[in-house]
């Protein structure tokens, strides 16, 4: 199962100038694009849909978990249910009409492993006669040339595979599956062959960091893009268990640096936004997620229920629970520390010195604090100050080590909330310590 969320991240609280470099998470931009029947929307029409879909509080992306069942056991997965029930395929195509009744346009299949439901291709004819933009999750090791095949003439606009290491003891181990590497990697070659778009999806944590960079480069060297997170989330049974798979500190910072260089420089943010305008991601405004037991969420990565669509419709959802509406009115000036801390610090997240590079997950924070989605998640804060710390650097002359050399893992839990600094970051003059303690303690 890939880690990400449907739109893999929120975007950080800043929009990028004219001038910014290319995303450091792709090295699409120094690689020639893959060819494809349906490429994905381009960044500024889709910018503009979803603007346009946001005011006027309509769906524009549906993301379906078809099952939760999988071949592979990764370690950082954060199904930790994989027996729950799933949808009929009559069930499925319903939900996928009146989706396209609404007037969404996108729409994602993940799972648990898709390719092991005997009528994927079934539901993806029907989304192909909706006419849907198409997106895949998988890890691909069950992909078949007749499947490849199929996607292409099905006009699927891209498909994403997890991939951790090129090393098959690293990537297996991960995955739990012996074998596994090497029939993923022959999934992406039957689809690039066919002129799929492919991406790569690679979470960093404490079990690959010498292999990610060449995971990088070899699918750079293809023209396949690749992108690398080193932010390990808890489990959609709300529990953080996969925590310790984080790398510490200072490797996730040396995972930036490397990341900033293959981009060619740190991108130039434009201003942010009032902290009541700063709204945290499209969860619940533009997208919603349905479980294999058509339960409805503001996100994949957001397990707090909105919805239950065996008894209800997808519109009922969408536009009458009170829940899904309080996930939409949430901004960064509502954000708080928790409240046993003292002042209770209403509104921290919109004066972090690390806005401009935080990607806030109010569904990271809802797992971390078991229910409370406004207070900052360590997971995040530790990200967002890691890309700070490693622009810091950069702009100091550093550059990535020749080989990442990984930290000794500390014994601690991660970066808990409102703790010293000291413990997140290191000390000296490139530290934000002070700054980071006058403005937001959710180190």
């Not at 490849?148 to 297996?172: I, M, T």
């Amino acid at each position: 199962m890939i880690l990400d969320s449907p739109n893999d991240a929120a975007p950080p609280d800043a929009t990028p100038s004219a001038a910014s470099s290319p995303d450091a998470t792709s090295t699409a931009a120094s690689s020639p694009d893959v060819t494809s029947t349906a490429a994905p929307l381009p960044s500024g029409l889709d910018g503009r849909l979803k603007a346009l879909y946001q005011r006027q509080r309509r769906l524009m992306n549906l993301h379906l978990d078809l099952l939760y069942a999988c071949d592979l056991d990764c370690h950082h997965c954060y199904l930790d249910e994989k027996k729950r029930p799933q949808a009929s395929t009559a069930t499925i195509i319903d939900i996928l009409e009146q989706a396209a009744e609404m007037g969404a346009l996108q729409v994602l299949f993940s799972g648990g492993e898709i390719f092991l439901r005997k009528d994927l291709f079934i539901i993806l004819e029907a989304a192909r006669r909706l006419r849907f933009h198409i997106r895949l999750k998988t890890h691909g090791g069950n992909i078949t040339g007749h499947d490849a095949r199929r996607l292409r003439e099905l006009g699927v606009a891209q498909v994403d595979f997890s991939v951790y290491a090129l090393d098959p003891a690293v990537h297996d181990g991960f995955t739990q599956k012996r074998g596994s590497l090497e029939r993923t990697l022959r999934g992406i070659d039957l689809l690039v062959a066919e002129g799929l778009r492919v991406e790569v999806k690679c979470s960093v944590t404490t079990q690959n960091l010498a292999h990610y960079r060449e995971l990088n480069e070899h699918f750079g060297k293809r023209g396949i893009p690749c992108t690398l997170s080193s932010k390990i989330r808890g489990t959609n049974s709300i529990t953080t268990n996969t925590y310790d798979l984080n790398a510490d500190f200072e490797d996730k910072v040396e995972v930036e640096l490397y990341r900033i260089a293959q981009a060619g420089g740190p991108r130039t943010p434009g201003p942010a936004p009032a902290p009541t305008e700063s709204h945290f991601c499209s969860a619940g405004r533009t997208m919603i997620y349905v479980s294999p037991d058509l339960e409805v969420y503001p996100c994949v990565a957001y397990p707090r229920p909105v919805g239950d669509l065996s008894v209800q419709s997808l519109a009922e959802v969408w536009r009458g629970d009170a829940t899904l509406a309080d996930v939409r009115a949430a901004t960064r000036a509502d954000t708080h520390l928790p409240a046993t801390s003292a002042p209770p610090m209403v509104g921290i997240c919109g004066t972090c010195p690390a806005r401009s590079h935080c990607s806030y997950c109010p569904g990271s924070a809802y797992i971390e604090s078991a229910g409370d989605a406004l207070i900052p998640p360590a997971v995040v804060c530790a990200a967002a100050f890691a890309k700070l710390e490693a622009v810091t650097r950069w702009e100091q002359g550093e550059r990535p080590a020749p080989e990442h050399v990984a930290a000794v893992k500390t014994k601690r839990g991660l970066f808990p909330i409102a703790v010293n600094l000291g413990v997140l970051r290191p000390a000296g003059p490139s530290a934000h310590g002070a700054e980071h303690a006058g403005g937001c303690s959710c180190g």
